[in-house]
């Protein structure tokens, strides 16, 4: 009855688990999805726009350089030229006029100074100045870079001689983590075209062949149309040359022709005018702003500005990482989830990348990544929720387990002390009935009785096995050592065991080494030889030869129990000590047994801290041998 009642509330235990386990898993991707969903939406109204520069950035920085566009030069008014006048800031109206001169003579497509040029800078005489050379350029342009000349005309000496236009390269102040990186062009201010639209149109004008250059994307900024710039390279990617050299004429002839010159100054001393910060480099006075100009008009000459990927395509993609990452993370074990998401990264960043070299496409991968992340550490709550119900299952059916093995072991207890009494009884009866009544019985009544004996007999065997099992599962087995010679005790094995062989006519011989004597458990050794002896006759064919041996090894006794039976297979040899095991064997499958013989062999050796061995061959026999610390 209590067996029939186990494995009902087993049975019962195991499919309110199984039918647990997946609601639950379900629940907890669903609820997992519908949490990032909702984390989703709140972070694209979250300003990630530092973590989008240094992104960016990145995706400049591994870029291929590209070369500077042929048809630019830059032309600095440096620290040498300004050392002809005691170091002034600005460009002496008698170097830019010479300077400009110069550039003209060799025929350029258009000269454009990029740096502040108004009445407080120079007199209105060194403006007439200017003005006269200017009118001989046939394509002469003033981009401002000073706040206050926006929307306001030419100086009246310039009015007519110049385009007076601003020249702004922009700086992020206020977006991208304020880092005032310049990432930006203007092509238009408050309505007014810039330097580099004007110039722009003019290239195309004179190069009609150029049909394929595609049109700039634009992207609004407050009051200004804006592009991204597709940094060609780090500093240096434009050489200038200085303003003393092309006064003195050492550029070859041509440097100039058919060009778009660009001047200003790259002074130091005026380090927040004169230079920029870049995806390339923070460093001061490390990129002149001239050359953040030359890289400007390279983007709108060659219609490659950098364009963002739309809202809609950002949201897509944050969504679609958001729930593949954070199921695929609850489903993987922590280490794979941390791989996982590093190789998520990195795809995403490589992605990413072939997008901006590719097809001038910044896609939005700061909101994907910081997704990513958060949804790593969303999960462990789920995890661990899910985690605490596996391991309240686990204990639940641990208990369960542990109940329903405490329930064996007292039924098999109980069993066997129950049984070991009667037995003795039936077994002292029939020996004393043959020992009395001997003379008076029939054969067939002797034969009768000798089998009870038998029977009986082995009937003890098997429950003083299962009570030794029964204390080992309790921890009730305790060494009662006392000094014996291993020799007395293995000749009373053979001694008892001696009856069983003459059934099957197999000799049992001994080989022992005089030993002194040691202290062990002579009951469970005693035990541990019986059972190897009677493994070996149960074995072993009709007709063949035992053999126990004896000898001791430095600070170990060896005894060893060899016969020539069937032998083991190398499968069951890894399992044949474990408990209820029984050999696979066809020739042995009918023999009687336990199972538990050879597990109590290993439990009674190794709780003397020794070890059993064992050699066998298909059809040569086998050999046991037990190793005893002296």
Sequence with gaps: MTKKTGSAD???????????KPRSKLFSHLSATVLTLVFIFGLFHADLQGLQGVLIDMLFRTQWSASPHSDISIVAYNEESASRYQGSNKIPAEELLATISE????RPLAIALVAPLNEKLYSDTELSQLSHVFSKVAHMYVGYTDNESLGRNAPRPLFHTTHYIPGYVSRDTFSYGADSVSRRVMLSIEGIPTLYNKLSTLYQNNHPSLTSIPKTRTEKFGDSLQTYIRWQGPAGTYQPHSTLAVIQKTFPKGTFTDKIVLISTTLKTNKDADFIFTPF????FHTPLLEGAAHSLATVLNGDGIYKSSSWVNSLIA??????????????????????????????????????SQYHCWIDIAHPIVILCVSYYLV?????????????????????????EQLKSNFLSLM??????PLARIQGNAELALSDSADQ???????????????TEGLSNYVETLLDLT??????????????????VINEVVKVKSLLAKEKKIEIQTKLEPLFSFKFDVKLIQQVIANLVENAIKYSPEGSLITLTSKEDGSWVRVSVIDEGYGISIEDQDKLFSKFFRGSDPKTQNEKGTGLGLYLVKYFVELHQGFVNLNSQTEKGSVFTISLPV
């Design 10 to 20: 087993r049975n019962a235990f195991e499919k309110r688990e199984a039918e647990i």
């Design 103 to 106: 550039i003209n003579k060799d």
């Design 281 to 284: 480099s923070r460093e001061p």
């Design 319 to 356: 969504i679609f990482i958001g729930v593949l990452s954070v199921n695929l993370i609850l489903y993987l074990s922590p280490g794979s989830g941390i791989i996982f998401l590093c190789s998520e990264i990195f795809l995403l960043f490589i992605s990413a990348w072939v997008c901006f």
């Design 380 to 404: 462990i709550p789920y995890r661990l929720v899910d985690e605490y119900k596996k391991r309240w299952h686990y204990q639940e059916k641990s208990e369960f387990m542990a109940e329903l």
């Design 416 to 421: 066997s002390h129950d049984l070991k009494t």
């Design 441 to 455: 019985m029939t054969p067939k009544q002797k034969q009768s009785l000798q089998s009870i004996v038998h029977t």
């Design 471 to 488: 204390r080992i599962e309790s921890s009730k087995v305790h060494l009662n050592k006392s000094s014996k010679d291993i020799n007395s």
